[in-house]
């Protein structure tokens, strides 16, 4: 079995900070991108940002130079940096990560539980 781990969100203030973080466990031959998702009540599930496993970046318009999204391969773990969060940024935080268990399977994309992120205003 695959999991993923998520961890740091929580309630914060508009301009402020979280460092969200995830951690894929268990049956694991290959691990590929990783990422974060969001959902707000009300809402489709969007995406925040993407890492590959070389290191490349993807980010949504409306996170780009407030987030930052980096990895540690040997860890099998994602950041997520949020700063000068906004009440807009109020969601749930997945993180996703696409994953072969074994050298016959094919790729699939896993996800976490979820953590909620609250900014006030």
């Known amino acids: 079995q695959v999991q993923l781990v998520e961890s740091g969100g929580g309630l914060v203030q508009a301009g402020g900070s979280l460092r969200l973080s995830c951690v894929a466990s268990g049956s694991i031959f290959r691990l590929d991108a990783m990422g974060w998702y969001r959902q707000a009540p009300g809402k489709q599930r969007e995406l925040v940002a993407t890492i590959t496993s070389g290191g490349t970046t993807n980010y949504s318009e409306s996170v780009k130079g407030r987030f930052d999204i980096s990895r540690v391969n040997t860890e099998k773990t994602v950041y997520l940096q949020m700063n000068s969060l906004k009440p807009e940024d109020t969601a749930v935080y997945y993180c996703?990560?696409?994953?072969?268990?074994?050298?016959?399977?094919?790729?699939?994309?896993?996800w976490g539980q979820g953590t909620q992120v609250s900014v006030s205003s």
């Open positions: 996703n990560a696409r994953i072969k268990v074994n050298v016959w399977r094919d790729w699939n994309d896993y």
